[in-house]
């Protein structure tokens, strides 16, 4: 097998007290218990493929599947937010033509208002990407509704070579592997197609058990 065929790993760093103080913390966020006041919200985000079809693919028929040719058109790439709710099995995912810090700040502002209006506070755990901080929230609005926001907000981030510990990307790769696995060719389609699995796993209040986050081997600290 060539060497960037190779299945890839996120291998943690040992003797790291960085790593074990984030996972730490994120870990005693998860041991929480639900409050709809301080709602405990993953945030992470991903990437799709915009693909269309050259051809016009064979629909299946008995005993025959469906066929797609192998040329294809690109259109683009597009982004999608994902706020996840843990302990409440409630998700909410936004498709956006970028992921600029603008676009992450106007996000959060529609949890804080639209999705979680009556919570004092969102527990916010997400990984260290450069545009996840509340600077963005200045730089996409007034000082003034951007501290509104902010306030808002309690930050956790996951550390650095540990972003698994996120919930929301285990809940992004369970919408790849049911939604996005296959062509589809502009964002209009892509948030219908988004929407409607969104809506039936929230039905379901399908959740992660945050148990089984374990580290494959547990980056000790050195201790002299």
């Given amino acids: 097998m060539k060497p960037w065929l190779k299945k890839m790993w996120c ?26 006041k301080r709602p405990q919200v993953c945030l992470d985000e991903t990437s799709k493929q915009l693909v269309g079809e050259k051809r016009t693919p064979s629909p299946a028929s008995p005993g025959r599947a469906a066929r797609y040719d192998y040329e294809y058109v690109r259109n683009g790439v597009a982004n999608l937010f994902m706020a996840f709710e843990p302990l409440a099995g409630k998700r909410r995912v936004e498709v956006t033509e970028r992921r600029t810090r603008k676009d992450w700040a106007r996000f959060v502002r529609s949890l804080v208002d639209e999705t979680y209006p009556e919570a004092e506070c969102l527990v916010l755990v997400m990984d260290n990407l450069n545009t996840h901080t509340p600077a963005s929230l200045y730089e996409a609005f007034a000082p003034a509704e951007a501290k509104r926001i902010a306030d808002r907000l309690d930050i956790h981030y996951t550390p650095k070579h540990g972003s698994w510990l996120d919930m929301a990307e285990i809940e992004l790769g369970i919408l790849g592997r049911q939604c996005l696995d296959r062509r589809i060719a502009d964002t209009e389609k892509l948030r219908r197609e988004v929407a409607a699995w969104t809506s039936k796993r929230n039905a379901k209040k399908a959740k992660v058990n945050h148990h089984r986050l374990k580290p494959v081997a547990y980056p000790s600290t050195k201790v002299d």
């Fill in 11 to 36: 291998i943690p760093p040992k003797q790291s007290a960085e790593f074990v103080c984030a996972m730490e913390d994120v870990l005693d966020v998860y041991r929480r218990p639900y409050d709809p």
